[in-house]
């Protein structure tokens, strides 16, 4: 497992700098909504148990409780994927590479990572009132060559985030100058 000490494949004498998940606002979000849709069906009951006579019949009652079993159970699923792949989400910052975790899925993963002197476009984006109150944004990192784009998404700090990394590869280029892009070796 992860920790902020520790991942697999660590390269010997590699110090992990910033260990970030997503901002704690993405999993409140999930956790809101799983209130507010787990609700439904009783304000559903109390609504036509007024109304309508048929919810006190046996047959009505027994569809109606198979009916909110299944719908517990659906927001109880989307609860814990959503939570699940909020918290399996990881990006790793160490002294040599930074480390994108994505959960695609409930068994599915893509690990990849950029060696820092490789980095040349590091680049924060905040947007929406939200983001911008409880300070969370979005860094993408492009590095030299044909490589797709990191996207730290939805990070606290992504500012500071980007600032630091953007130091790191500039120290790692200088103490390592043979690693630079393949620009700079042409």
């Given at each position: ?5 520790h ?32 609700v ?14 048929f919810?006190?019949?046996?047959l ?8 909110n ?5 659906f927001?109880?699923?989307f ?9 399996l ?18 068994f ?9 002197g490789?980095?040349?476009?590091i ?45 790191l ?11 630079g ?6």
């Amino acid at each position: 497992m992860y920790t902020k000490h520790h991942f697999p494949n660590q390269k010997p004498n590699e110090k992990i700098l910033m260990f970030i998940r997503r901002h704690w606002i993405v999993v409140a979000k999930i956790i809101i909504l799983s209130i507010l849709i787990s609700v439904l069906p009783i304000a559903f009951y109390l609504f036509f148990a007024r109304q309508y006579e048929f919810l006190s019949q046996d047959l009505y009652r027994s569809v109606y409780v198979l009916f909110n079993s299944a719908y517990a159970l659906f927001v109880i699923l989307f609860t814990f994927s959503n939570f699940i792949d909020y918290y399996l989400d990881v990006w790793i910052v160490t002294d040599m590479r930074v480390i994108n975790i994505e959960q695609k899925g409930l068994f599915a993963r893509e690990m990849s990572e950029k060696e820092l002197g490789r980095m040349q476009d590091i680049t924060s984006e905040i947007k929406g009132f939200w983001a911008t109150v409880f300070h969370f944004g979005d860094v993408h990192i492009q590095t030299a060559g044909e490589e797709q784009r990191f996207i730290f998404k939805q990070i606290p700090e992504a500012d500071e985030v980007t600032r630091q990394i953007s130091d790191l590869a500039a120290e790692y280029r200088k103490a390592h100058p043979e690693s630079g892009s393949e620009e700079d070796v042409a």
